[in-house]
């Protein structure tokens, strides 16, 4: 699942995927939700300290940025902490605002239903356990090693991607067919959207850097269906 806490390695990644699930989550709802939703984007955008896990602005402020009264923000900070969006991480006092945390596993099981309308990747991205993370599909037998009759750069580096990992080339990357190059640009085919999306999210580092090896001039591998 998507990290709780956007903060190291990949973080700005992870910020924006939490925005893009917020913002097609409220595009599928009316316009009062809608309102509402942007509003705590922006606020979340303009004001959200990620690397101490908190949002700590006054009533005032939060006015002033949604264009609206202290009343109205009341109500609605009282209705994102209702619905789990927001909790409080510490009571606000005399001279001190109150502090809030964003409750993003309630906004990740809110918005996942809008996770599809946003692609594949997107999906698969927010409901993996981790995006580094690439998990080889059981494989019967000896795995074929490619046939590099061809000698396209695409055979030479499906070589040296079986060689890395037998696992993986078998079950992710085998598959993959070549369609063309044009410039540093290579194309492959994959045989459905799902398998384009999982080679694209866990495995494009590895396939660019085994084409790259085999030759310098490609810069792209861009995978189709």
């Not at 402020?61 to 619905?83: G, N, P, Q, Y």
């Not at 927001?86 to 990740?108: F, N, P």
């Not at 409901?127 to 030479?156: I, Y």
């Not at 991607?161 to 640009?185: C, F, I, K, N, P």
Request: with cysteine; proline share 3%; hydrophobic share 45%.
């Amino acid at each position: 699942m998507f990290s709780t806490k956007p903060v190291g390695r990949g973080a700005s990644a992870r910020k924006y995927d939490l925005l893009t699930a917020l913002g097609a989550f409220a595009l599928a709802q009316g316009k009062h939700d809608q309102r509402r939703v942007l509003r705590l984007m922006t606020l979340i955008t303009a004001r959200y300290n990620w690397s101490r896990d908190e949002l700590a602005v006054g009533q005032r402020e939060i006015a002033r940025l949604w264009s609206v009264d202290e009343r109205t923000v009341k109500r609605e900070m009282a209705l994102l902490r209702a619905r789990a969006w927001l909790t409080v991480k510490r009571q606000g006092a005399r001279g001190r605002v109150t502090e809030y945390r964003l409750g993003i596993d309630r906004i990740l099981g809110d918005t996942s239903a809008q996770w599809p309308c946003v692609g594949p990747d997107f999906e698969l991205r927010m409901a993996g356990d981790d995006v580094e993370k690439v998990v080889p599909l059981p494989v019967r037998g000896t795995v074929q090693a490619p046939d590099l009759t061809t000698g396209t750069e695409w055979a030479l580096a499906q070589a040296v991607l079986h060689a890395e990992d037998t696992g993986t080339y078998a079950s992710w990357l085998a598959a993959l067919q070549r369609v063309e190059r044009a410039g540093g640009r290579l194309t492959l085919r994959a045989p459905s959207r799902f398998h384009a999306a999982y080679v694209q999210t866990h495995l494009a580092g590895r396939v660019l850097a085994a084409c790259r090896e085999v030759d310098a001039d490609v810069s792209e591998v861009r995978i189709v269906t």
